[in-house]
């Protein structure tokens, strides 16, 4: 059973900084591409950022780049969303995604997705506030 869970959320002021973290269950996170989003209230889901596991490669929306660090353990089978800097407009509940498929699809290899229709297994999300 696949299953991702997300920590490490919580009130922090702004400047300061968090890291989430994703544990993955029930599968290989290695073999699949994983994304970060987040969702403020009133707002769609967002994609923060995502890595492709063929090659390391990882993208950031624009209004993190810089901030935000995207990275794995294969040991912890755990990826986590380093968060440097954060800002009030950060304030939202963050998840983590994996494809329906193994990076390894269609006889190549794919690249992160940016957009949550894109993944088809989800966590519950974990809450970040950033307020003073």
């Known amino acids: 059973q696949v299953k991702l869970v997300e920590s490490g959320g919580g009130l922090v002021q702004p400047g300061g900084s968090l890291r989430l973290s994703c544990a993955a269950s029930g599968f290989t996170l290695v073999s699949y591409n994983i994304g970060w989003f987040r969702q403020a209230p009133g707002k769609e889901r967002e994609g923060v950022s995502c890595?492709?596991?063929?090659?390391?490669?990882?993208w950031y929306e624009d209004s993190v780049k810089g901030r935000f660090t995207i990275s794995r353990d294969n040991a912890k089978n755990t990826v986590y969303l380093q968060m440097n800097s954060l800002k009030p407009e950060d304030t939202a509940v963050y998840y983590c995604a994996i494809p329906d498929h193994p990076s390894y699809y269609g006889g190549r290899d794919t690249k992160c997705g940016y957009y949550p229709y894109e993944y088809g297994h989800w966590g519950q999300g974990t809450q970040v506030t950033v307020s003073s």
């Open positions: 890595l492709s596991t063929s090659d390391g490669s990882t």
